[in-house]
């Protein structure tokens, strides 16, 4: 069985798509969802559409800051782009959309998998993984062999001897080489960003978990970033937000 | 989960019947086994994972399974099956047979030619190691295995690494690891991903095999492996006098301290071992006596500055280091052809710094009967190509250790030059198109059958003509 893991894409129709048929032409057959589906982007309806209805079928989805943001409470801390796409994009969401948000849990768990926004250690508090010391105490308090998130938009792998001994290590994978998730170690894959890459490439990123081989894939998939990036000029939204997608930065 | 008994001789683990242990030492036991449906002879190696142990002990396990599942080819033992840490660990890869070089070490001295052959078998299987990605790190004699056509296996993946994986061992150790008597400088200060960390270690194999001692001995501390980062070893014909210049060329310059000044890629040592007449002498060649003290003294002073340089993956670094393959035809080609071939080289080698360039001409058997006649004549064609080649070659104004020239046998041109490039692991085969159409109607085209059957890039040149009506 593969899990296609998908996180942070930012109402980015376009490169969920791209992701979401790549996956399918590696035969993934489950997928997960690790927060921030919408903000910066100008498909938020189009997105929550396409991750719902995979929700209905089985696939595992958490909240992600932006999600939070857009159905509730203050963003005045989010910076100014941040701020103006969320207030932007809780014009656009409907009631079914904004339940949909609403209802999103913070993390998931389902067999040695634990699925988090940002890091399992109080997963409210939205903490940036930036290094090994945090990326140990999320695999501590997560207790699971598998930990998969996002927040943060670079695709980084950290691993740790069993039980939390020792410093974890942090490893950058190499898109299209399955990595070995050897069994008597921990593993906290961030698995990038599908809808708005910041690590200078600018083709969609994701992962794939093939469960029966025990590999962890990442891909980076190049996607219509002109079209959607034209979207984000014609709603209105900060034209940075646009430039950003055809950086990757 | 894991239990230090080791499953008995007689059992089953996932349908690999247990025949025999053949081995069991600290670390692991090692057991041939057999499977309906796999024709290869098979072992199978189980880790021996007990309580108290450091995960330090199955670590090199782990580093094993996670290699050998990604290696292909003939010159690594075949992977088969795995079985998870969590359940019943093991791994199951082709029984190599064969002798390793410990045993041959064990023999005696052996002659250059022999010596020669071994090297070239063991540089090539490197070769492709690097050309995976993989830098094994722990290249010696006893993980050096022979298949039965001459074919080396290397085996031992325990503390090797894979560019596209995460590094177990740096993750555990934190200190250099490796076998003390072949560890290169750059991993005594910890750096493990430079494919010249192997071309070191082939170095001492092959001092070893021509001197019968080891270079640096085999230190047991820290300061004893550094001395390897200041002290020269004794020059192998100092010790044996049959030693000839080339091959003490060859082992030095596989012996240099820093990476940068070592053989670029494997395949280079595998060219010169067998093609060692071309090799560029220099004065690694003729040195008997070791350096100075003042010199020492000096190195001495420099290894405080070694630093680690960020290191390319093997395969982006063998990229750098090509082997190109220039087939020239001089007798029968156009100087404009000429110039064009020369021109694509000079772009080569401007590309690429550490590349290295083959003259190749193919010259047919002679139809004379008389045989003396015949190997005189064939003698002095011979020459006279290789005096065409070089004048040709004279112009790109390389340096000698980057241009080698070769006349090559065969009736055939085009399966001539294929054979060559396969077995010198030629990345890139250069070759003009015969100009005149009458030419190529009545002998066929050897670029195209080049460009058909050859395992790497083919760039054929051709000369713009004016465009016909």
């Known amino acids: 069985m593969k899990l296609a893991i998908l996180s942070d894409i930012h109402s980015n129709l376009e490169a969920l798509q791209a992701c979401l048929a790549h996956a399918k032409a590696q035969g993934a057959e489950q997928f997960a969802f690790a927060g921030d589906l919408v903000g910066y982007g100008a498909d938020p309806v189009a997105c929550i559409e396409i991750v719902s209805g995979l929700v209905r079928q089985g696939a595992l989805a958490v909240q992600g800051n932006h999600d939070a943001a857009a159905v509730s409470g203050l963003c005045e801390t989010m910076e100014f782009n941040a701020r103006e796409s969320i207030y932007w994009t809780r014009a656009q969401l409907g009631p079914a959309e904004r339940q949909f948000l609403q209802d999103l849990p913070l993390f998931a768990q389902q067999e040695d998998i634990f699925l988090v926004h940002a890091c399992a250690e109080s997963p409210e508090l939205w903490t940036y993984i930036t290094g090994p010391r945090q990326a140990g105490r999320c695999m501590q308090a997560a207790q699971a062999r598998l930990t998969f998130s996002g927040h943060v938009h670079q695709p980084t792998v950290y691993f740790n001897l069993q039980q939390g001994r020792g410093r974890p290590q942090v490893f950058y994978p190499t898109p299209g080489v399955a990595l070995p998730l050897l069994s008597n170690r921990q593993w906290l894959a961030i698995v990038g960003s599908v809808g708005q890459p910041r690590d200078g490439n600018p083709a969609a990123s994701y992962a794939i978990c093939d469960r029966r081989q025990n590999t962890l894939t990442y891909f980076r998939i190049p996607y219509d970033r002109a079209k959607a990036a034209q979207k984000v000029l014609a709603a209105g939204l900060p034209p940075s937000l646009a430039k950003r997608l055809e950086r990757g930065h | ?469």
Request: charged share 20%; glycine share 6%.
């Open chain 2, 1 to 469: 989960m894991q239990t230090d008994k080791l499953p008995q001789v007689g059992t089953e683990i996932d349908g690999f019947q247990l025949l025999e242990k053949i081995h069991e030492g600290g670390m692991a036991a090692i057991y041939r086994v057999a499977k309906a449906g796999i024709d290869l002879p098979l072992i199978m190696k189980v880790p021996k994972l007990g309580f108290g142990n450091h995960p330090a002990c199955y670590v090199g396990f782990d580093v094993e399974q996670m290699i050998m599942e990604k290696l292909t080819g003939p010159h690594v033992p075949a992977f088969v099956a795995k079985g998870d840490m969590a359940e019943q660990p093991y791994l199951v890869i082709e029984y190599i047979d064969g002798p390793s070089l410990h045993d041959y070490l064990d023999r005696g001295p052996a002659s250059i030619e022999q010596i020669a052959l071994w090297g070239k078998a063991l540089a090539d299987a490197l070769h492709d190691l690097h050309r995976q990605n993989v830098v094994h790190l722990d290249i010696k004699p006893a993980n050096v295995l022979f298949r039965p056509d001459g074919t080396a296996v290397i085996i031992d993946f325990g503390l090797a690494r894979h560019a596209h994986l995460p590094d177990l061992i740096e993750e555990t150790f934190h200190k250099p690891v490796g076998t003390s008597a072949y560890i290169s400088p750059e991993q005594i200060l910890s750096i493990r991903c430079d494919p010249r960390s192997d071309i070191f270690a082939l170095g001492v194999i092959l001092y070893q095999l021509a001197t019968g001692r080891l270079p640096f001995g085999a230190p047991t501390s820290l300061s004893g492996f550094r001395k390897r980062l200041y002290l020269e070893p004794t020059p192998p014909h100092a010790i044996r006098a049959d030693i000839p210049p080339w091959l003490q060329e060859v082992i030095l310059h596989c012996l240099e301290v820093r990476a940068d000044a070592r053989y670029a890629s494997a395949a280079q040592v595998a060219f010169d071992l067998v093609h060692h007449e071309q090799v560029a002498l220099t004065a690694r060649a003729h040195r008997l006596n070791k350096a100075g003290l003042l010199t020492i003294i000096r190195r001495w002073y420099k290894t405080w500055s070694f630093a680690a340089k960020p290191c390319p993956e093997p395969s982006q670094h063998l990229s750098s280091a090509p082997h190109i393959l220039v087939a020239l035809d001089i007798p029968n080609a156009d100087e404009k052809l000429l110039q064009a071939l020369r021109e694509l080289v000079r772009r080569a080698v401007a590309a690429d710094a550490h590349c290295r360039i083959t003259c190749c001409t193919v010259e047919a058997p002679s139809i004379l009967t008389e045989e003396d006649q015949t190997h005189e004549l064939a003698n002095s064609l011979h020459t006279q190509r290789l005096i065409e080649m070089r004048h040709w070659a004279q112009a790109l104004a390389l340096r000698a250790e980057q241009i080698r020239f070769q006349v090559l046998d065969g009736s055939d041109t085009a399966q001539a030059l294929l054979d060559f490039a396969r077995t010198h692991h030629v990345d890139q085969i250069i070759i003009g198109a015969r100009g005149s159409s009458v030419m190529r109607r009545i002998l066929g085209s050897v670029s195209t059958k080049v460009a058909a059957g050859a395992l790497c890039n083919v760039t054929v040149v051709r000369v713009p003509q004016a465009q016909a009506n």
